[in-house]
C-alpha cells in the first residue's frame, strides 16, 4: 500500500502502541496534523508551549513506563522544546519527539523558520536522525523507539522536512523486532562480577544500598527489596529513586545528598561496603569527590551505561548490565550462599544500633508555627490526606526538597520532577502528562509562586481537555532556594531574587475555569486539601499557601562540602 509520508509517521506511531501525543501544529508539520485528524489510533493533546509538550509526555512516560511522544514544528517549534528534551536526556527518560523541518532543496538556506535542529539537539539526545529520503521514514521511525527504550533510555528525535511528509512510499507493517549492527547495549551482567559482589556483601559488617532512578527505570523494585531484605542492609534512594524502596520500612534511611537526612549521609560514608544500584553518585548526592573518598569502603556499582561506572568515584566491583537482571542474579546467588550450612555471616547489630544513633539526631524535625504557614507542613498534610498514594509532580527548588523529604513514597514513579537539569515549570506540564497516563488517579503539583509562571498558560490546557490535578502553591514571594544561598553563601544579600508584582492566582485560575483557594491560617491548610480532593474532586483546584519567608531547607550540604558535613539548621551557620 502507498501512503505519503504523514500517513506513514501515523501508522509508525499506532503500530508502537502509541496512545497520546503532546503537540503543537506550524507550517512544517501541517501534513503530520492532517493524518492525525483521519486517524483514531491515538489522541492528540493540544498544549499551549511546546515546551509543555515535551514536559507532558516526558511525566506520561516517568510515571506509566511507556514511551511519551511529542511532536512540534520546525525553528522556534523546536527550539522552544529543547528545555524539555534536555530534561528528559538527564534523567534517561524514553521519549521521541517528532520535529518538523523546512523542505529538504531548502535545508541550509536559511528558509523560513528553519533551525539546524540535529545540530542544536545532538548534545541533549540519545539519539537524532534527519530523514532525507522518504523510503528510510518508516524504519527511522521503528528505530528511534527502539533506541529510546533500550540501553540506558532516553530521548531520540527524528527531524522531518515538509517534502518528505508529502511524498508517497509503499508502507509495509514491522515484521519481527529492530536490530541494528552498531547498536547493542549489554543487557546482562557479567557472572563473575556478580558472584564477587555476593561475596562482598555476604562479608560486610556495614553493608549499604544506594539505589537511584536507574531501579525505577528498570522496574526492579521488587528485585531491590528482596536484596535489603536477603542483606538485611538499610537502603537509601536518591531524589531520582523514590519510592524504589517504600519510605515506611524500617531499613530505609532517608534520601542522600545536599539536602539528604543525617543518617543516611553519614552511612553512606562509613559503610564498610557500599553498593550502588542505578545511580551514578552526582555531585548533589556526594559531595565533594575528595571527601567522600577519604574513608576506606569496596563500592559495587551495577549500572546499564557503562561510562557511568567510575567516572566521578573509582568503585572495586563494576557490574554492567540491566538493573533488573542483575539483581534477580545476585539476589538468587544470595540466597543459595545463605542455604549453605557452612555459610557465616557478620551480625549487623552494631551497624543498626549506630545508624540509629544518627537516626536520633531528627534532621527533619522543623518548629511548626500556629500563625504562619510553615510549608514542610503542607506536604505532611498532602500525605495524610493522599494516604501517601499520590502522584506528585514537583518544580524545582525548596518546595521540591520539601516534598522529597515529607512526602513518604512507597511506589515507584509516583514522585515526577526534574532532577538532572532541574528545571522550573515543569510541575504544571507534569501533571498533565501523568493523568493522561493514570486518568483515575491522584495527583498533586507541588510548586512555587515563581516556578509556576514559567508554564502557566497550561492551565488552559487543563481547562480544555478536562484534567484535574491539586496545585499546591507553596508561596513565599521568593526565588526560595536562591535566596536561602544567599543567607549561606552571600551574607543575606538578596540580588533579585524577591517575587514583586505577583498575580492574584485565585482570580487568574478562575479565569481559566478552575477553582482557586488562598490559605493563610495554618488551621485551614488540612481542611482547604481535603476540600480540593472531595468536593472538588472532578475539577483542577490551585491552593496559594502564604508561608514562611524565611525557612529553609536543613540539613544541607555546602558546595564544595563534604557529605559528613552537613549543616542540620541555622544554628550550624
Sequence with gaps: MELNGADIV????????????FGYPGGAVLYIYDAIYKQDSFKHILVRHEQAAVHAADAYSRSSNKVGVALVTSGPGLTNAV?????AY???IPMVILSGQVPTRAIGEDAFQECDTVGITRPCVKHNFLVRDIKDLAETMRRAFYIATTGRPGPVLVDIPKDITVAMHKFTAQKGEVKMRSYAPVVKGHQGQIKKAMQMLLAAERPMIYSGGGVVLSNASAELRELVELTGA?????????????????????MPGMHGTYEANMAMQHCDVLIAVGSRFDDRVIGNPKNFASQPRKIIHIDIDPSSISKRVRVDVPIVGNVKDVLVELNELYRQALAEPKTKRPSLANWWQQINTWRGKECLVYKNSDTVIKPQY???????VTGGDAFVTSDVGQHQMWAAQYYGFNEPRRWINSGGLGTMGVGLPYAMGVQMANPDSQIAVITGEASIQMNIQELST??????TPKVLCLNNRYLGMVRQWQEIEYGSRYSESYVDALPDFVKLVES???????????ADVEPAIREAFTKYKDRLVFMDFITDQTENVWPMVKAGAGLTEMLLGSEDL
Excluded at 234 to 254: E, I, Q
Design 234 to 254: 538499610p537502603c537509601t534512594t536518591t531524589l531520582m529513586g523514590l519510592g524504589a524502596y517504600p519510605a515506611s520500612d524500617d531499613k530505609y534511611v532517608g
Design 462 to 467: 487543563c481547562s480544555q481537555y478536562r484534567l
Design 10 to 21: 501515523v501508522r509508525c506511531l499506532a503500530e508502537q502502541g502509541v496512545e497520546h501525543v
Design 83 to 87: 528545555t524539555g528534551i534536555a530534561t
Design 378 to 384: 503542607v506536604v505532611q498534610k498532602l500525605w495524610e
Design 512 to 522: 481559566y475555569g478552575h477553582v482557586g483557594m488562598r490559605i493563610e491560617n495554618p
Design 90 to 92: 538527564m534523567d534517561s
